[in-house]
């Protein structure tokens, strides 16, 4: 079964950059759609950016023109690059299949956007 890590958080000020990157254990290309996933405090999980096999975008409305999603089939990795963030990007992020039934989820990545 293939699993996830992911890696790449911090703390960093308004209007700062981070890059996250997702590597998976086994083979991403069977999986057809990739995405990741944010859960701030008290909140519930929710899907910020999607990317399908061959490459085809979605994002949630709250980071769309802020945030790009990529995937390297190859090397079974699915980066995030996050641009002018703000407070309430602050959360735990994960990566795993855009599925009803997901894989298990990694330990996720901490964002923490603050001055």
């Known amino acids: 079964q293939v699993q996830f890590v992911e890696s790449g958080g911090g703390l960093v000020q308004p209007g700062g950059s981070l890059r996250l990157s997702c590597a998976a254990s086994g083979s991403i290309f069977s999986i057809y759609t990739m995405g990741w996933y944010r859960q701030a405090p008290g909140k519930q999980r929710e899907l910020v950016a999607q990317?399908?096999?061959?490459?085809?975008?979605y994002y949630a409305d709250s980071v769309k023109g802020r945030f790009t999603i990529s995937r390297d089939n190859a090397k079974n990795t699915v980066p995030l690059q996050m641009n002018s963030l703000k407070p309430e990007d602050t959360a735990a992020y994960y990566c795993?299949?855009?599925?009803?039934?997901?894989?298990?989820w990694g330990q996720g990545t901490q964002v923490t956007v603050s001055s």
């Open positions: 990317i399908t096999r061959g490459g085809t975008a």
């Open positions: 795993n299949a855009v599925l009803s039934k997901p894989y298990p």
